[in-house]
Each structure stands twice: as C-alpha cells, then as structure tokens.
C-alpha cells in the first residue's frame, strides 16, 4: 500500500472486509479466535467487529457453537447484482403455489461466481421434506439449477467455466468428466429444465427450471427436491412440467415476453 493509499485507509473497514471475505471462504464458520489468527490481528479488534457485525445481522452464530457465519442478508443485497432485483419477490406467490400442487420442498437461487446460492424455499407439507438454510452455496456440475446456470451461459463462457470446475465425486452417479458435463447441459437446453437424480445426495431428486427477466436475460432458477421414493423417474416429466410453468409464470411477472412455446 503506497503512502496515498494509507492515507486514505480506513483500517477498521478494511479488517472488517478481509474478515467477511475470510468468513466467505470458509463457509462452516470460523471462532473469533481462528479469525484473528488467520488474519494476524488483534484479539480485541476481530471481537468489536464481530460485534459489529452480528448486531447488524451481517454474521450469525451456528446454534449450539462459538463459530460465526455470513449471514443470509449479505445475500439479499447481492441479489440486485446477482439477478432481477424483483425475483424473490415474484417467485415466492408461484413457489407456494407449486409446492401446495406437488406438496413438495422448493426452493430459489442465483449464479454468483462459479457456485449457485440458494435465495429462499418453501418448505414441503410431508411429514418428510427437504430443508435448507438460505445462503447455502451448491456446485454447478450436481445440482440441477447449477446446470440450468451452465446452459444459459454463453457457449465459449460455458466451456471456460466447465474448464475451472472441480467436478468432485459424491454418489456414484455424480458427473465427473468435463464431456459427461457438456452432454448433460445440451440435454438441459434440449428438454428445457434440468434433473439431479442422486447426483449428489443418494435418495434425493432435484428438478429445476430457469427464470428468465426483461430482454431475456437469467434472472435465476427455481426448483423442486424430493425424496426418490416419491419422486421415481417415471414421474419425473410430469412433475418438470409442473416446474416449468411456475418458472414461466414467474418470467412473465418479472417482465419477459420470450417464453417458451409449448
């Protein structure tokens, strides 16, 4: 930092950013201690910050732990930058609509960088249902809003991005070669939604479908997760159907007139 930079530094702003951005990369949370540690500064400086910021509701605790985590709210003023400032605002009416007509967990999200975020979710009216904390990062190559991500991109940014993925390995039917990837997002833009079946959590099923703002551009993803035993593969069109008129619908609310024609 050159004499013109100090002279305009702002040191506790800039420990408090170097802290969100450390927190960021460690999304299962770090202590006030690891913090100033990692960071090499002052125990009693990373404790008012993190103060600071728990009271302004940028940080949280994990229930039951000493360790702080970013915050959902950092999210939301993110999603302007993210997507269509409106989109939550808009899928939540059609969100609760598909999850009282399949009864099942669904859920929103954004791209942000190389990972999808999950925004907001329904919650599913079984006994059983899949539950997330908004804020949740998910990749790309398993989860079927990650692919609804990759088939919107550009041709060439796709393939660039597909190039920097760390396709890692959860079930046995996870997608790990860059052309297994590619063959799959042409089968998204092909079917016009996107499926994980077990890809990256045995038992679970995800379908997703893309929501599209003004002038067609990607404003995000919604999806549906069920459990396999409700959701076999038989139904799985039927039920893509379901999730592509709500994403349609929330476009059209969101200002787009280039929907798809059935």
């Not at 506790?12 to 100033?36: C, K």
């Not at 949280?60 to 709210?73: A, H, P, W």
Request: hydrophobic share 40%.
């Amino acid at each position: 930092m050159d004499l013109e930079d100090k002279k305009y530094n702002v040191p506790g702003l800039d420990r408090a950013l170097s802290i969100i951005e450390l927190l960021n990369a460690n999304p299962l949370g770090l202590s006030v201690n690891l913090i100033a540690n990692r960071l090499n500064y002052p125990l009693n400086s990373v404790y008012r910050i993190m103060t600071t910021l728990e009271r302004r509701k940028y940080v949280s605790k994990q229930s039951g732990e000493s360790v702080f985590v970013l915050s959902e709210k950092l999210l939301k003023l993110a999603t302007p930058v993210a997507g269509e400032p409106a989109f939550i605002e808009m899928a939540l009416p059609k969100m609760r609509s598909l999850r009282d007509s399949s009864q099942e967990t669904v859920l929103a999200g954004v791209l942000v960088g190389e990972e999808g975020v999950v925004l907001e979710q329904v919650e599913g009216l079984h006994s059983f249902s899949f539950r997330v904390n908004p804020g949740l990062r998910f990749p790309l190559h398993t989860a079927a809003p990650g692919k609804i991500f990759l088939s919107q991109l550009e041709p060439k940014r796709r393939t660039s991005m597909i190039g920097k993925l760390k396709l890692a390995k959860f079930t046995s039917k996870t997608i790990i070669s860059k052309e297994g990837l590619e063959e799959e997002i042409q089968k998204v833009l092909d079917l016009g939604y996107a499926i994980d079946y077990e890809e990256e959590i045995k038992g679970q099923a995800c379908i997703g479908a893309p929501v599209f703002g003004r002038n067609a551009k990607l404003a995000g993803s919604i999806w549906l997760v069920a459990p396999t035993s409700r959701l076999p593969k038989k139904k799985v069109p039927d039920v893509a159907s379901m999730v592509m008129k709500s994403a349609d619908e929330i476009s059209l609310a969101l200002g787009n007139q280039f929907l798809r024609v059935a």
